[in-house]
């Protein structure tokens, strides 16, 4: 009789020794789990491990299809990759309609936009924007011939066509032209040279790569602007993933890689 209790006693020192082994288990491997998931919870990301970027892939050179239908490529392609591969992230791309990004953007869709959004005063109160990686011009341009207009100001009375939500549409209203709405440069062009509209207003770098892929091409630049800067975009929660994204950037400036892709896309450097 004097031996059952203590044989339960026994048995009941055991499973306390290892319910306390299991907790130190369990507590010892906790901060590993919360280690692992600071640098996301730090960037606030959409999908742990993975950045999440907005783009087109219908604005040759920036973001397009090879041959149409092939591989999404591009100048902001390639810039968001290299980027990704400095944060040791994965990188998922989400092809969004230009009058639509930013909605899904402030809707926590994505991590960032990388689209050649021009950095000006009014997006810089709703977003945060990373260090330009590219420079360029606006320009205005017409169907060869038209000398109708050669300057911002002639655009006043004509049609041109633009994305609604548009750094190119701002500058095309403040000019005095009527706008028809477009998705982007393939239908903007396509109705220029179908002679339903009088211009449109887009980047010279659009513009010079068009031409180069289009020979035929029978358009002009008549005007263009000083030159814009145009930067990844995020919403204003996004502080860390800025910083970690600038930091990312410079070392890509610095090793180069940057003036390769501009040449690559280009034939020149246009991050500066």
């Given amino acids: ?18 319910a306390v082994v299991a907790l130190a288990a369990c507590s010892s491997s906790a ?18 491990g993975t950045l999440t970027v907005a783009t087109e ?39 969004t309609q230009w009058d639509a990004i930013f909605a899904g953007l402030d809707a926590g869709r994505f991590d960032v936009i990388a ?9 810089e109160e709703d ?8 420079v360029s011009p606006s320009v205005v341009v017409v169907n060869e011939g038209d000398d109708s207009i050669s300057s911002f100001e002639d655009l006043k009375g004509k049609t041109t066509a633009q994305s609604l939500t548009s750094n190119f549409y701002q500058l095309a209203v403040d000019a005095g032209a009527n ?43 008549v005007a263009e602007t000083d030159p814009s800067e145009s930067a990844l975009t995020f919403t ?22 940057l003036a390769e892709l501009g040449e690559k896309y280009f034939g020149e450097d246009v991050s500066q």
Wanted: hydrophobic fraction near 45%.
């Fill in 1 to 18: 009789m004097s031996r059952a209790p203590r044989a339960r006693t026994l048995l009941g020192l055991a499973a306390a020794s290892l």
């Fill in 31 to 48: 901060p590993a789990a919360s280690d692992s998931a600071a640098g996301d919870d730090e960037f606030g990301l959409v999908n742990a």
């Fill in 57 to 95: 892939g219908t604005y040759p050179p920036f973001t397009f299809h090879e041959g149409g239908a092939g591989d999404l490529v591009g100048y902001d392609v390639e810039v968001a990759e290299a980027v990704a591969d400095k944060l040791g992230l994965e990188i998922q791309f989400e092809e």
């Fill in 115 to 123: 689209n050649q959004v021009s950095i000006n005063p009014e997006r």
């Fill in 127 to 134: 977003y945060l924007f990373s260090t330009p990686y590219t």
């Fill in 179 to 221: 706008v028809e709405a477009v998705e982007g440069w393939a239908q903007a062009v396509a109705l220029l040279e179908q002679g339903r509209v009088d211009a449109t207003v887009n980047d010279k770098l659009t513009y010079l790569d068009y031409v180069k892929q289009t020979p035929d091409a029978k358009l002009a630049v």
């Fill in 236 to 257: 204003k929660d996004k502080t860390a993933l800025v910083k970690a994204v600038d930091e990312a950037l410079a070392e890509l400036r610095e090793e180069g890689v």
